[in-house]
């Protein structure tokens, strides 16, 4: 997105370098942990043998041991760098002992949203990125061998709650959780209403770090929170979506767009709060309004500046970070967003994107519902076959007394 990319591969003593690849080939290895593997293969190897040892690593391999693992690193690297930059560390009680229940796609989403979801969602972005528009590596199999250890990371953080979850691939479980948040997602908060049943107090709860935290704390969210502009000018000015042009009226279309979407982010807000209780009918139809407007003002934008279908997938690229780059130093300036009175616009930018986010991340998991077998793979890979059998039995004898209920 710098432009150096192009940069370095015209240099004829960079193309066609075998001993560079070979190095990031070798180099990608070490990157999928077979050091931090290595010390637990050779303790194992001492007491019971090497035999023994090699057969308990390609076990816990195929228990996903290691999604797991990467998974909990997301959560202490999140946690640590919260309490790092803002303070205030707190006990989150996890429980003990041996409980089996299905967790709803509304419970891991609050639990895991910002702490793995989110930095998953842009990494992947970023691979996209670098698959769609890079050029090293692209005809070589290196490629693979530097992006597979990312994309691993990418794969453990959004779907490790899910994979891990009993029942996680059950269709009915999931249809259940589907209208369970959808529910969760559109009811306004309260006060005393617990994070559980609305998103609203669920969002307010999420931003307590920065309540109690000092200006260091907020400068220090606003500069990390750069990163997605930065993003956007090389979408905009690197990745041929502005025609080679470097003229300021591209840079400035793109935050057109960022203006327009707040300012029917506020009219649905104001429509919210005056027609929502008594008029349904009229709220939906102004939000259909709105959204039919917005669709066909940035039609006659893009047909106006001749961009094509490439520039508007690059544009959309660039346009997600920048609202979220928006929404972070938002809510880094809070008290002064609520002074010029467009909070609320923050806050509905903030419901799309995890509405946006929550469909993401669950369309994989209802089209793997859809398939039977693999609940039972599910259910096979978490349990010992003692208890796979005795939860197979119990789904039989309950159908059976659902269909004896039932004819009776």
Not at 5 to 24: F, G, H, V
Request: hydrophobic letters at 50%; charged letters at 20%.
């Amino acid at each position: 997105m710098s432009g150096l990319e192009k940069a370095i591969l015209d240099d004829p003593s960079i193309q066609q370098n075998r001993s560079l690849e070979s190095a990031l080939a070798s180099q990608s290895v070490f990157q999928l942990g077979l050091l931090l593997v290595l010390p637990m293969v050779m303790e194992t190897g001492l007491e019971k043998g090497f035999r023994t040892a090699l057969g308990d690593f390609i076990i816990m391999q195929l228990q996903l041991a290691s999604v797991f693992f990467t998974f909990q690193l997301g959560t202490k690297a999140h946690y640590y760098g919260r309490t790092i930059l803002h303070g205030g560390s707190k006990y989150r009680a996890t429980g003990r002992g041996f409980v089996v229940f299905h967790a709803k796609f509304a419970d891991n989403y609050r639990r895991y949203s910002r702490s793995h979801f989110v930095k998953g969602l842009e990494l992947m972005i970023l691979l996209i990125v670098y698959q769609v528009y890079g050029h090293s590596y692209r005809s070589s199999n290196v490629y693979l061998f530097v992006t597979f250890s990312i994309w691993f990371l990418v794969v453990s953080w959004l779907f490790a709650p899910f994979v891990f979850n009993p029942s996680g691939f059950e269709w009915q479980k999931t249809v259940d959780d589907w209208t369970d948040w959808k529910k969760w997602l559109g009811n306004r908060g309260g006060i005393g209403l617990p994070q559980d049943r609305s998103w609203e107090s669920w969002w307010d709860g999420e931003q307590e770090h920065l309540k109690n935290t000092d200006i260091r704390g907020r400068v220090l969210e606003i500069i990390l929170a750069l990163r997605f502009l930065i993003y956007q000018y090389g979408i905009v000015y690197h990745l041929d979506i502005a025609h080679r042009s470097k003229s300021l009226l591209v840079y400035a279309l793109s935050w057109l767009v960022m203006a327009t979407v707040l300012f029917v982010l506020k009219l649905v807000s104001m429509g919210r709060r005056r027609f929502r209780t008594d008029f349904q009918l009229m709220f939906r139809i102004l939000k259909g309004l709105l959204f039919l407007g917005f669709v066909s003002v940035m039609t006659v934008l893009f047909v106006v500046c001749g961009l094509t279908i490439s520039d508007v997938f690059a544009g959309i690229l660039g346009f997600m970070p920048t609202g979220w780059a928006f929404l972070l130093i938002g809510q880094a300036c809070k008290p002064l967003l609520r002074k010029v009175r467009i909070w609320d616009s923050v806050k509905e930018l903030a419901r799309a994107y995890d509405y946006v986010m929550g469909i993401v991340i669950f369309v994989p998991i209802a089209v793997l519902s859809w398939f039977p077998f693999m609940s039972e793979f599910q259910t096979r890979l978490l349990f010992n076959q003692a208890f796979s059998r005795g939860l197979q039995i119990s789904r039989i004898l309950a159908g059976k007394k659902d269909a004896s209920v039932s004819s009776n």
